[in-house]
């Protein structure tokens, strides 16, 4: 059985929860302290509030041991609030420069609730390599607005309304998508990552 953890701090860690344990020869692991991350292969980090998870990643000390973890090669999946929270530089698409806490793996520039208003949800099909076609659900999305190496963008929304944009992005085995995959139920990003924590 493999073991993919689920960062449970705030968001949507239940239904990231409930997909891994539909697909069956997973072993979806709650994570609220370092001791769980002793025993995963994978870690989900969820959508939710990239500054509410950003703080309880600061007030119970998990910092050091997330960034412990990325360190050992193990996959790690940051959907939404959680690709932010990978990011080194955020930026709002109100209030621009922002200083809020990261985890600053991934070199990529992400903005924070890009799609403004109007379009403050959506679904589309977006484009990802070494995946496919995958159904994503947006919410008050950020949009990945670069990559620098060794980071690079790996997926994009298409859209003749809203433009094309980064959704996707990876740095070794880092990876960042700016939807949310328990949404729409589409299991191919899940299985990508249990393949790579299999490896
Ligand atoms: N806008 C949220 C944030 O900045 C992310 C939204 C989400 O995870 N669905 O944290």
Do not use: W
């Amino acid at each position: 059985m493999v073991k993919i953890g689920v960062l449970a701090l705030q968001g949507d860690y239940l239904e990231h929860y409930q997909v891994l344990k539909s697909l069956g020869g997973v072993d979806p692991v709650i994570v609220k302290h370092s001791k769980e991350l002793s025993d995963i292969d994978a870690l989900i980090i969820p959508g939710g509030e990239s500054t509410t998870i950003g703080s309880l990643i600061e007030s119970r000390m998990l910092s050091k041991p997330l960034v412990e973890f990325m360190e050992t090669g193990k996959p790690v999946l940051g959907t939404c609030a959680g690709a932010i929270l990978l990011a080194k530089e955020v930026v709002d698409r109100v209030v621009g420069e922002t200083k809020q806490y990261t985890l600053r793996a991934m070199n990529i520039r992400i903005m924070r609730n890009a799609y403004g208003r109007q379009r403050e949800s959506f679904i589309a099909t977006v484009n990802i390599e070494d995946i496919g076609e995958v159904r994503a659900a947006f919410i008050r999305a950020p949009i990945i607005l670069e990559a620098r190496e060794p980071a690079r963008i790996t997926g994009y929304l298409n859209d003749s309304s809203l433009g094309r944009h980064g959704v996707a992005a990876r740095e070794k085995n880092l990876y960042a998508v700016t939807f949310h995959p328990e949404i729409t139920g589409d299991i191919r990003l899940y299985n990508y990552i249990i393949q790579q924590a299999k490896r």
